[in-house]
């Protein structure tokens, strides 16, 4: 199905965008988090020169990882979303209503975009299809 509305284009590319930018937000988290994980066991913490228990260097960083990968994911989505909302299919309307419903407490980029995901995949979706 080709487009027919000329504002899916734009809508596509702008979660394509956002969706890339949550991607490096995502690495960046991760490599945060691992990194903050080695130093809590490496650093000492006490006068005493004894370092953090192991465990909770695993625990921060395996944290800050889950969290990382959440947001890489929830990023590649995106990315995927975009792309089927500018090719005009369908099922990547409704994706994109679920994930604008996901960053519209990301104020103000998020909530710009699924403020305006609402609004044209909700024309888009109330056509007949046929």
Sequence with gaps: MEPTNPQ???LGVAWAVWSGVT???GLCIALVAA???GLITAIPESSSGEPAP???GMFFGGFGLAIGGAVLLMGVLGIVVGVGVTRGRRWALFAACALGLLHVSSFPIGTLLGVWTFVVAGRE????TG
């Design 23 to 25: 991607v490096l937000i």
């Design 54 to 56: 192991w465990w909770m």
């Design 8 to 10: 899916l284009q734009p």
């Design 35 to 37: 990194g903050v994980g």
């Design 125 to 128: 979706l109330s056509k007949p």
